[in-house]
């Protein structure tokens, strides 16, 4: 139980992944629970970490937008919960159509696989020409330029200052205002219809992730983002929630299935007892679930209490620091020039997902 805490640990702390843990503990005994465990607690306090401190990682990085909105509107534990419920209902979709998942696993690897870059190229486009053309295809390319330059040096960890830079600190520097008391929504009504649109986007969704280790739940995402036409907080964020959580499972059905785990922690599982680790993910997902929603709503009442120039100060410390300890000026360097691109789509109104250029540039050139 103490191992699987570790989770909550690296989902709070930017540069930490499980990735990095695994080979450490890969020798105690029943390492394929206590991985599991530690992925998706990780997954799941990944959302506080990208909501509140603004350094988001791969699976998260679309939250802050509209986290940084809910929070400024006084709602920032809704949004939690929106997040938590779909990392909760990712579980147990990903549990219940689980034989469905091992048997399709296969088919969408060897005959779908290759048409999904097209798809995301296709997407890309479609949103640019839905905004400011010049500067959203402008902020695109650099994006993806600056990508590349990162995802092909020798970084150790090249996508927390591309990241954090473009979607974090850009977000961070952009609040003027101290934060609004937070209502505290011990609970809050949800129309069934978008908690159902939510969770079934995300789930749809994620099935590229379970066959294309380069495809990140951030493309995922916007492929879902597509089905939806009204763009409603509620039913996006229930999206990524899902999305985020099902990841780890698809990743270990992936394993099952077809000898290949999109999470390189799990490379480290010897034998895969699949009820077992079910059971597992199920109890880590409630227990996660509740555990977020408590320490989110000790958190948000402290929030109006923040000086938010401490905080900026703070972050943008801690977040250089980790960057330069990382990867020295390189890792600066990226933080540096994702900062301005982000400051560039807030300056000109366009959308912050155009930033996933710097993913979606490099897959497409991986895969064409």
Same mark, same amino acid.
């Given at each position: 139980m103490m191992l699987a805490f570790l989770g909550v640990l690296i989902g709070l702390i930017p540069g930490l992944h499980v990735n990095l843990i695994a080979p450490l503990i890969k020798n105690v005994e029943n390492f394929s629970f206590i991985v599991v465990s530690i992925a998706l607690m990780a997954n799941f306090f990944e959302f506080l970490r990208s909501s509140l401190f603004y350094s988001p990682?791969?699976?998260?990085?679309?939250?802050?937008?509209?986290?940084?909105?809910?929070?400024?509107?006084?709602?920032?534990?809704?949004?939690?919960?929106?997040?938590?419920?779909?990392?909760?209902?990712?579980?147990?979709?990903?549990?219940?159509?689980?034989?469905?998942?091992?048997?399709?696993?296969?088919?969408?690897?060897?005959?779908?696989?290759?048409?999904?870059?097209?798809?995301?190229? +296709? $997407? =890309?486009?479609?949103? #640019?020409?839905?905004?400011? *053309?010049?500067?959203? &295809?402008?902020?695109?390319?650099?994006? @993806?330029?600056?990508?590349?330059?990162?995802?092909?040096?020798?970084m150790r960890e090249p996508l927390l200052p591309l990241l954090t830079g473009m979607f974090g600190i850009s977000s961070l520097l952009s609040v003027k205002k101290p934060f609004k008391r937070q209502m505290k929504m011990v609970s809050f009504i949800l129309d069934?219809?978008?908690?159902?649109?939510?969770?079934?986007?995300?789930?749809?969704?994620?099935?590229?992730?379970?066959?294309?280790?380069?495809?990140?739940?951030?493309?995922?995402?916007?492929?879902?983002?597509?089905?939806?036409?009204?763009?409603?907080?509620?039913?996006? +964020? $229930? =999206?990524?929630?899902? #999305?985020?959580?099902?990841? *780890?499972?698809?990743? &270990?059905?992936?394993?099952?299935?077809? @000898?290949?785990?999109?999470?390189?922690?799990?490379?480290?599982?010897?034998?895969?007892?699949?009820?077992?680790l079910l059971l597992v993910s199920l109890l880590t997902a409630f227990f996660s679930y509740f555990l977020l929603i408590k320490l989110s709503y000790f958190l948000s009442k402290r929030l109006e209490k923040m000086n938010l120039f401490l905080l900026k100060s703070s972050l943008l410390s801690l977040i250089s620091f980790l960057c330069f300890y990382l990867d020295g000026f390189k890792g600066v360097l990226v933080l540096f020039f994702s900062t301005l691109l982000g400051l560039l789509a807030e300056r000109k109104g366009v959308m912050k997902s155009h930033g996933m250029g710097c993913l979606i540039i490099p897959t497409l050139l991986y895969h064409l």
């Open positions: 990682g791969e699976g998260d990085v679309l939250t802050v937008h509209p986290m940084r909105r809910l929070t400024e509107e006084g709602r920032f534990l809704y949004g939690i919960k929106l997040l938590a419920l779909g990392g909760l209902g990712g579980v147990l979709l990903s549990v219940v159509f689980h034989p469905l998942l091992l048997s399709l696993i296969p088919f969408i690897y060897y005959e779908v696989k290759p048409l999904i870059p097209f798809l995301l190229l +296709l $997407i =890309s486009v479609h949103l #640019i020409l839905k905004d400011k *053309v010049p500067w959203a &295809l402008t902020y695109f390319s650099l994006s @993806g330029l600056l990508g590349l330059c990162a995802l092909n040096s020798n069934k219809v978008d908690v159902m649109k939510g969770l079934f986007l995300g789930f749809f969704s994620s099935f590229a992730l379970s066959v294309i280790p380069s495809i990140g739940p951030s493309q995922a995402s916007m492929i879902g983002a597509e089905f939806e036409r009204k763009r409603k907080d509620e039913v996006f +964020l $229930i =999206s990524i929630g899902c #999305i985020n959580t099902s990841d *780890v499972l698809l990743s &270990l059905f992936s394993l099952e299935a077809i @000898g290949k785990a999109r999470l390189g922690a799990f490379s480290y599982i010897r034998e895969v007892n699949l009820p077992l």
